[in-house]
């Protein structure tokens, strides 16, 4: 997993897997995300990010099991 931001753009994009898109959905004018063939989410881009996120707290944690 690859999560990417872009202060230029204000771009946020999270990359689950590196499989071929063979479908994109508009959920509106500000995020898409990517499906693989067999429906499975590759990727999510969400535009205007600071506006819809908070993504000057991003965290991440991982739990051992």
């Known amino acids: 997993m690859k999560i990417k931001y872009f ?3 204000d771009t946020l ?3 689950f897997n590196d499989e071929a898109i063979s479908v994109s959905i ?10 693989d063939g067999e429906g499975s989410v ?3 881009t969400l535009e205007n990010a600071s506006q819809r ?4 707290e991003f965290a991440f944690e991982k739990i051992a099991d």
Do not use: P
């Open 7 to 9: 202060e230029d753009t």
């Open 13 to 15: 994009h999270i990359k």
């Open 26 to 35: 508009n959920l509106d004018e500000n995020m898409q995300i990517d499906l």
């Open 42 to 44: 590759c990727k999510i």
């Open 53 to 56: 996120t908070d993504i000057s």
